[in-house]
């Protein structure tokens, strides 16, 4: 029923921009938090950034003023605009839709950053 499916990660050089697209379905879009989150090799999976149904945004500090979290429930889509990426940006990316306690989740995207 529920689906999220990640799209537009890849390879990019330090210092360089990507943006990430999550489509769901099967879930009323609107009532959910999105969030991207990530997880590097070796690393435990932690929150790049939400956005609430109400659009309240967080950013952890470490992405803070180079990536932009946004939402179109219209399309019922989450996206990650990341610029000025770093190497240590480099994990595989997961979007997430949470209500209520509960989390659905993508299968990721990989994101390599190279220096």
């Known amino acids: 029923q529920v689906q999220l499916v990640e799209s537009g990660g890849g390879l990019v050089q330090a210092g360089g921009s990507l943006r990430l697209s999550c489509a769901a379905s099967?879930?009323?879009?609107?009532?959910?938090?999105m969030g991207w989150y990530r997880q590097a090799p070796g690393k435990e999976r932690g929150l790049v950034a939400d956005i609430t149904s109400g659009g309240s945004t967080y950013y952890a500090d470490s992405v803070k003023g180079r990536f932009t979290i946004s939402r179109d429930n219209a399309k019922n889509s989450v996206y990650l605009q990341m610029n000025s990426l770093k190497p240590e940006d480099t994990a595989v990316y997961y979007c997430?839709?949470?209500?209520?306690?509960?989390?659905?989740w993508g299968k990721g995207t990989l994101v390599t950053v190279s220096s």
């Open positions: 997430c839709a949470e209500r209520l306690g509960m989390n659905y």
């Open positions: 099967g879930l009323i879009f609107g009532s959910y938090t």
